[in-house]
T-cell receptor, first 114, second 113 residues
Framework: GDSVTQTEGQVTVSESKSLIINCTYS????????LFWYVRYPGEGLQLLLK?????QKGSSRGFEATYNKETTSFHLQKASVQESDSAVYYC???????????FGKGTSLVVHP | AQTIHQWPVAEIKAVGSPLSLGCTIK??????LYWYWQATGGTLQQLFY??????VESVVQLNLSASRPKDDQFILSTEKLLLSHSGFYLC????????????FGPGTRLTVL
């Protein structure tokens, strides 16, 4: 089946430093799955951060970027300069068909220190 | 504005007892609806989705069932809870095309003892 592996546990970064949360995937149901990053801020519901449905393309939102790399089957989340307000749990996900039957990673908790 | 409401906020139930979790979406007609579940320390899994009233597709078999009795309501239930049902249940909605953004509810924390 499909699977998503992302940086496990907690990542701690100082404010204004760069960030990368790794995400690699394995898709058996489809050659080029749709890829997503979701985020859950403290006290809020899960929400979509960005998505890319075409291999080779880059998605961006709120200063975060992720590039769909089909050669390395990766979709790493990056930000050049994090802020304390970016502290949240981030989930990488894939699907063969948009919102249907997605596969999620276990989530990465980002803590940004001032 | 659209709102999504889940009930209850939290529940503590005994093994073997029945369960009913609810989700209501206001301000949007004919949404697609979804149930998700996350065990403590586990991954988020989509359990069911529904694109119209009365029709529900099962994604993961967990001895749970779902129903959509009204356009704006999605119910998750079981007659007999298992310990493995413990976790966090999320309801979500989206517009009726497959790449529409999903909007998630606040969730229900279920503890089965």
């Amino acid at each position: 089946g499909d699977s998503v592996t992302q940086t496990e546990g907690q990542v701690t970064v100082s404010e204004s430093k760069s960030l990368i949360i790794n995400c690699t995937y394995s898709a058996t149901s489809i050659a080029y799955p749709n890829l997503f990053w979701y985020v859950r801020y403290p006290g809020e519901g899960l929400q979509l951060l960005l998505k890319v449905i075409t291999a080779g393309q880059k998605g961006s939102s709120r200063g975060f970027e992720a590039t769909y790399n089909k050669e390395t089957t990766s979709f790493h989340l990056q930000k050049a300069s994090v802020q304390e307000s970016d502290s949240a749990v981030y989930y990488c996900a894939l699907s063969a068909g948009g919102n249907y039957k997605p596969t999620f990673g276990k989530g990465t908790s980002l803590v940004v220190h001032p | 504005a659209q709102t999504i409401h889940q009930w209850p906020v939290a529940e503590i139930k005994a093994v073997g007892s029945p369960l009913s979790l609810g989700c209501t979406i206001k301000g949007k007609s004919s949404p697609n609806l979804y149930w998700y579940w996350q065990a403590t320390g586990g991954t988020l899994q989509q359990l069911f989705y529904s694109i119209t009233v009365g029709q529900v597709e099962s994604v993961v078999q967990l001895n749970l069932s779902a129903s959509r009795p009204k356009d704006d309501q999605f119910i998750l239930s079981t007659e007999k809870l298992l310990l493995s049902h413990s976790g966090f249940y999320l309801c979500a909605w989206s517009l009726g095309w497959e790449y529409a953004e999903q909007f998630f509810g606040p969730g229900t924390r279920l503890t089965v003892l």
